[in-house]
């Protein structure tokens, strides 16, 4: 299938039957709006930025003390003022639905399924906050968990946010350093975790990272443990007794500042210390309501499953779907075991609706020849994918499995924990392409003087604030490092870092990270059309591309790959060459094909070309990544070898 390829349009009755078609209508009838449609509706909430966020606050009927009146204070990039006279709180919208609807549905490799209704999660959350408040815990403290993605997760999570503390966790197949690298920038008052957990058919005792992470916090005052299979914590407060000796009925709800702390995400910790990213009660509020509603189009008749670590802003995105009533389906383990099919059985065993599929996952599918569509019975509505490009191929294959179903694929980040472009029910869908900016986020690509390009790669960019950026970095307390991350190229514009080629549609593609592009013979290349051409070809596992400066005329151009077994890169490196080059162009033909055992790739898996390339000029390995960060710890070092021998041929 060709890149830009129309899938599929609108349904026609879109208008009448998703949350966006009536949102828009009640827009027009109570706002006295004539927006046309759809392209309107997003120029209008770019522009007329306080009145959309206000019709937010509105129409999904947000809870607070004071006025919403004064919608944005300080208009400015970075740390706009939003709604400044409102007092709120996330868990309090979460925790508002029917009880006896099932609101959690949990599937795990270390114990039996679990099922928690709204009563239920309510319970648990209020004699939880009866715990903390025993430790000491208030507003403006820090809870952190070290924890799978289970309901107790979720329960420390809304329990912390209502008593106006401030959640964050990393998952638990994080190293010690680096859970410690991370919680200790924001010193937490108590911990939770999980002693170890079962990843397949392995048992993984963590109960020594507890220790260490424990002694490592002088300001932790207590560890309870979640008792997660037979990997008991010692001296520490046990989940089960402690919510059984308290008596709450009720939880707390602290309504705080919009911009309060809620949540602490962290940065991948690839390259240096991890940012501690600091998002507020009202910001990841009004953001999820407007993505969850108007771009994923879920109601509290859907349930949704989508596979997250504790450690991706996914884990909270899908954690927000709990604000419309829905049900959410939590996995913890190995989301191919027993077999590669195994998310689509859970898919059907829980009669999900909206499934988040990661490319690696639908591509592996696609490789396998499963056929969930014809097999399993679904009844998807949607079918939602992040994390990483997704080829026209991956599209093809969702629309031949699921023809009724809406692909909707987009790209943010932990930064703003949400979509910046990405799909929706009134936006068609092109192969291999995003359908465009997200409503609320003026999103474009910029040149290297600041401009808007359409039908050429830039920087992505936003150029308006949105509610969900960051309140700051923890520490950061003159906005210093802030400034730097994401203000320093283009003044008051924030520069996410990801290349991206807007076309005169709307619809977009992200080449990759802008850090990480290709400069070849002066035109600069993204990463993501190698990895598109190359992983097709039959007997490569996984793919990593590099161009080093300074090498020739053109920089020297170095493709790794990771190969399947009983394959090698001298079979494969005729039938690379060829597909490069008639699938895209001679210049992007590499100049150096090797081997290597493992792709390096972050904990959410995103590749790690800059770490590489650094690497390569010379750089030592200490200096450009975490050990602790990385899926696979040893996967740096090939490339480690490979440049001292590159140095030795150099002598």
Not at 153 to 173: D, F, K, N, Q, R
Request: aromatic share 8%.
């Amino acid at each position: 299938m060709e890149q830009g390829q129309l899938i599929s349009e609108p349904a026609p009755d879109a208008g009448r039957t998703t949350v966006i078609g009536r949102y828009l209508d009640w827009l027009n009838q109570s706002r006295g709006l004539h927006l046309a449609d759809r392209a309107a509706l997003w120029r209008w909430s770019v522009t007329d930025i306080d009145a959309f966020w206000r019709s937010i606050v509105d129409y999904f009927a947000v809870t607070a003390d004071g006025s919403p009146e004064t919608v944005l204070a300080e208009r400015t990039m970075p740390f706009a003022r939003w709604f400044p006279d409102l007092r709120l709180n996330y868990a309090e919208h979460v925790l508002r639905h029917p009880a006896e609807k099932v609101a959690v549905r949990a599937y795990s490799q270390t114990r039996e399924p679990v099922s928690l209704t709204y009563g239920e999660l309510r319970g648990q959350v209020a004699r939880l906050q009866q715990v903390l408040r025993d430790q000491g815990v208030g507003v403006g403290d820090r809870v952190v968990g070290y924890l799978p993605n289970v309901p107790e997760t979720i329960v420390g999570y809304l329990a912390t946010a209502g008593l106006g503390a401030t959640w964050a966790s990393c998952a638990s197949e994080f190293g010690a350093r680096s859970v410690i690298e991370r919680f200790g920038q924001i010193e937490p008052a108590v911990l939770i975790a999980a002693g170890g957990y079962v990843y397949g058919e392995k048992r993984i005792d963590r109960r020594d990272e507890v220790a260490a992470i424990a002694a490592a916090l002088p300001s932790v005052r207590a560890v309870i443990d979640i008792e997660y299979g037979p990997f008991t914590i010692p001296r520490a407060l046990p989940w089960s007794a402690a919510l059984a000796g308290a008596t709450a009925a009720e939880p707390t709800f602290e309504r705080v500042a919009f911009d309060h702390p809620l949540a602490v995400l962290f940065s991948s910790g690839t390259t240096g210390l991890p940012k501690a990213i600091v998002h507020g009660h009202g910001g990841i509020l009004l953001e999820h309501f407007k993505n969850h509603g108007l771009s994923w189009d879920v109601t509290a008749d859907d349930t949704l499953l989508w596979y997250s670590t504790t450690a991706w802003m996914m884990w909270n995105a899908l954690v927000s779907t709990l604000l419309f009533g829905a049900t959410i389906v939590t996995i913890d383990g190995n989301p191919v075991h027993p077999a590669p099919g195994w998310q689509w059985d859970l898919a059907r065993e829980t009669g999900t609706t909206i499934m988040g599929a990661a490319p690696g996952f639908v591509m592996a599918s696609r490789r396998a020849g499963l056929e969930p569509g014809r097999t399993h019975g679904l009844h998807l509505r949607t079918v939602a994918s992040a994390g990483a490009p997704l080829p026209p191929e991956g599209y093809q294959w969702l629309h031949e499995q699921f023809p009724d179903a809406a692909i909707n694929v987009g790209s943010g980040g932990t930064d703003i924990c949400s979509g910046i472009v990405q799909g929706d029910p009134l936006l068609p869908v092109w192969a291999g392409r995003i359908s465009g900016p997200a409503l609320g986020v003026a999103a474009y690509a910029f040149n290297e003087h600041g401009e808007p390009v359409v039908g050429a790669l830039g920087e992505l960019v936003i150029t308006e604030p949105i509610p969900s950026m960051p309140v700051g970095f923890w520490g950061d307390d003159d906005g210093t490092r802030l400034r730097e991350t994401y203000f320093d190229t283009y003044p008051g514009v924030w520069r996410h870092g990801d290349w991206i080629q807007f076309e005169e549609n709307g619809s977009c593609h992200v080449a990759g990270r802008s850090d990480a592009t290709l400069n070849r013979g002066g035109v600069r290349l993204g990463t993501a059309e190698f990895y598109r051409v190359v992983e097709e070809i039959d007997g490569v596992a996984d793919s990593l591309v590099v161009h080093l400066d300074g090498q020739g005329d053109n920089g020297e151009l170095i493709l790794f790959l990771e190969v399947e077994p009983q394959q090698s890169v001298e079979e494969l490196r005729p039938r690379v060459v060829t597909a490069l080059r008639n699938q895209l162009s001679p210049r992007h033909v590499p100049d150096t094909i090797r081997a290597v055992p493992t792709v390096p790739r972050n904990r959410t898996g995103k590749k790690l070309e800059l770490p590489v390339k650094k690497i390569l000029q010379g750089r030592p390995l200490a200096e450009v990544a975490s050990v602790d960060a990385l899926a696979v710890p040893t996967s740096l070092d090939a490339f480690v070898a490979l440049a001292a021998e590159r140095e030795v041929s150099r002598a």
